[in-house]
């Protein structure tokens, strides 16, 4: 347990407020000590926006806390119960290696989840050992910094953790443990268990704990239940959209990987695509392609249904009337995220203005770079920098890129904003760099084989600002054949 006045000097400032639910809900859990932590990364800039003492997050008291072998004065960590479907089929879960350590109140007054992943064994381990390995925590570090820096709704990490200990997967790897930063851990999930596994009560309290923490305008709403799937079916309509914007592939759209507040969550076997193809998929486990990067819009409709009927007993007495609020609402998702995406596809074309036609223009476009392996990311900001002759992409050589390429110059000359201002808006909806995958396993390697983390230090840095034009090509860079058909692991 850190002492007083260390919990002073690191900045702590914990409420439990999701312990404070029915016990249903989570189970409490003494810390599970590992041999030997010690600091490998800590997230500098985020633990300063928390109210946390950056010199002192490097005591031992809070390295102890980020390994799980300490507690926060006055908190007990608790394991949160949840269930989802995976992969279409519903299964009981829960934080199996996971602990939440509480919730920290920010300068600001914000309230966020502080989690540890990889912290050992809980009560919904179901036979797994509960720890995780130094690369994937490290892989989510780079992934949920990336995401947030292009703008998009994620949980972040603030600090890992190597324990000293070495796991057993398909071979002996190093352990670690990630600390997670989320504006709550809510998922669909969490609603499906309690639809299947607690009372219409407690259902209830979960749904006003979720609408007092990440909605409370609605609370004075006439159903305000309905208001909540509402605001969650814009939230992951918008999220989907930005991931479908910059090419990110999710790998893993169980609705335990749902959020409630609209975040990223869960790195696990995610990805960026190269090439535009959307049958594109990267995880190993997906072999039917559920999650591939053009069946994540459909599957985010379908993750949302199941949130919907979770919510049914709520929505209205008369379960005939809940059904039909419960679609309505639904049926509404598509209508959002086709209009997020045109707006979307719009900006990263510099289109100001709506006209019909813009839609079959930036469809031939896509059609176009499918046809001829276009990178996605690199086709856009050659666009937008107006340097397409200076590319080695073959699509700009096409007579067929050539005619529509007319055609897209005639559309921007038709509004009232100049040229100019239409490439500096694309510079700002197309990033210049990704985390490529072969420079994020480049890193990896570099840190778990090698111990050498300036490979990974150089990564984020480039990442931290990404619609800028990175100074050296190799970060926009294709991977090489070398590299071969990428393939990504849950990292359990």
Same mark, same amino acid.
């Given at each position: ?38 600091? =490998? =990364? ?29 507690? =926060? ?128 009560? %407690?259902?209830? /309290? ?89 069946? %994540? ?14 919510? =049914? ?95 897209? %110059? ?13 490439? /500096? ?68």
């Amino acid at each position: 347990m850190t002492k007083s006045n260390e919990r002073n000097e690191i900045g702590w400032n914990i409420d439990t407020s999701y312990a404070r639910l029915s016990h249903s809900f989570f189970t409490e859990q003494e810390p599970n000590p590992v041999e030997s932590p010690k600091m =490998i =990364i800590l997230n500098s800039s985020l633990a300063q926006s928390l109210g946390l003492n950056i010199g002192s997050l490097h005591s031992e008291g809070a390295v102890s806390v980020f390994a799980g072998n300490a507690k =926060i004065e006055e908190t007990m960590p608790l394991a949160q119960a949840y269930a989802g479907h995976q992969f279409g089929h519903f299964n009981m879960l829960g934080d199996g290696r996971a602990l939440l350590l509480g919730e920290q109140i920010t300068p600001k007054g914000e309230r966020v989840d502080l989690q540890l992943k990889g912290s050992g064994r809980t009560k919904y381990s179901r036979g797994g050992d509960g720890r995780a390995a130094l690369g994937p925590m490290l892989r989510e570090y780079i992934m949920s910094e990336a995401m947030h820096a292009l703008g998009i709704p994620t949980t972040r990490s603030l600090a890992v953790v190597a324990t000293g200990e070495h796991i057993i997967r398909e071979t002996e790897l190093p352990g670690a443990i990630l600390t997670r930063v989320a504006s709550s851990h809510l998922r669909v999930g969490t609603f499906e268990y309690a639809a299947n596994f607690t009372t219409i009560e %407690q259902l209830k /309290e979960l749904a006003d704990y979720a609408i007092n923490r990440h909605y409370p305008e609605i609370e004075a709403d006439e159903n305000k239940y309905l208001s909540l799937l509402n605001k969650v079916i814009s939230r992951q309509a918008e999220l989907i959209t930005r991931w479908q914007l910059v090419g990110f592939i999710h790998g893993v759209m169980n609705t335990d990987n749902v959020t409630i507040s609209g975040e990223t969550i869960d790195y696990g076997p995610c990805a960026f695509m190269n090439e535009y193809d959307p049958a594109t998929v990267f995880s190993s486990i997906d072999v039917q392609g559920r999650y591939a990067y053009g069946n %994540q819009p459909k599957i985010g409709g379908w993750n949302l249904a199941r949130f919907a009927e979770a919510l =049914i007993p709520l929505l209205n007495e008369n379960e005939e009337k809940a059904l039909e609020l419960a679609q309505e609402a639904v049926l509404e998702y598509p209508k959002m995220y086709h209009a997020n995406w045109l707006t979307g596809m719009r900006a990263k074309l510099g289109l100001f203005t709506e006209e019909e036609q813009d839609e079959v223009l930036i469809n031939n476009l896509l059609e176009m770079m499918k046809n001829h392996h276009a990178d996605y990311t690199n086709t856009f900001r050659a666009l937008a920098n107006e340097k397409l002759e200076d590319t080695n992409i073959h699509l700009f050589r096409t007579s067929e890129f050539t005619t529509w390429h007319n055609k897209w %110059q005639e559309r921007l000359s038709k509004q009232e904003e100049s040229l100019t201002s239409s490439y /500096e808006w694309m510079k700002k909806s197309n990033p210049a760099v990704i985390p490529r995958n072969h420079l994020v396993e480049e890193a990896l390697e570099a840190a778990v084989e090698n111990d050498n983390y300036r490979v990974m230090e150089n990564l984020l840095e480039v990442l931290s600002n990404p619609y800028k034009d990175s100074a050296e090509s190799i970060y926009c860079s294709l991977p090489p054949e070398s590299f071969g058909p990428y393939r990504t692991y849950c990292g359990t």
